[in-house]
């Protein structure tokens, strides 16, 4: 069983940075592929990042170098440093967790453990 919990979201100006943290329960945490979504109610949710154990990182498209994903797996935390952020940034972030042999790490579907997520609000 693997235990997520999200902190960091808030309610920031256009233009600045937040750093969402995850932290994850279970001794296996490096074996696993890290990955954050989001979410806009009535909205499906969207990939945003994953990193690997290489670690390997994947990125939405539209989000490169704007964001960026990395893991400490001493600590078994995940994070996700997002710089000048925008209006259409908003939504309720989740961190998720997949096993090493899931191969499409841009589908929800391959995690098999979420967080309750974290709200990240940006105002013009």
């Known amino acids: 069983q693997v235990q997520l919990v999200e902190s960091g979201g808030g309610l920031v100006q256009a233009g600045a940075s937040l750093r969402l943290s995850c932290e994850t329960s279970?001794?296996?945490?490096?074996?696993?592929?890290m990955g954050w979504f989001r979410q806009v109610p009535g909205k499906e949710r969207e990939f945003v990042a994953a990193i690997g154990r290489s670690p390997d990182t994947f990125y939405r498209d539209s989000l490169k170098g704007r964001f960026t994903i990395s893991r400490d797996d001493a600590k078994n935390m995940v994070y996700l440093q997002m710089n000048n952020l925008k209006p259409g940034d908003t939504a309720v972030y989740s961190c998720?967790?997949?096993?090493?042999?899931?191969?499409?790490?841009?589908?929800?579907?391959?995690?098999?453990?979420w967080g309750q997520g974290t709200q990240v609000t940006v105002s013009l």
């Open positions: 998720a967790a997949a096993p090493y042999y899931a191969t499409d790490f841009r589908e929800g579907t391959s995690y098999h453990y």
């Open positions: 279970g001794r296996t945490f490096r074996t696993w592929t």
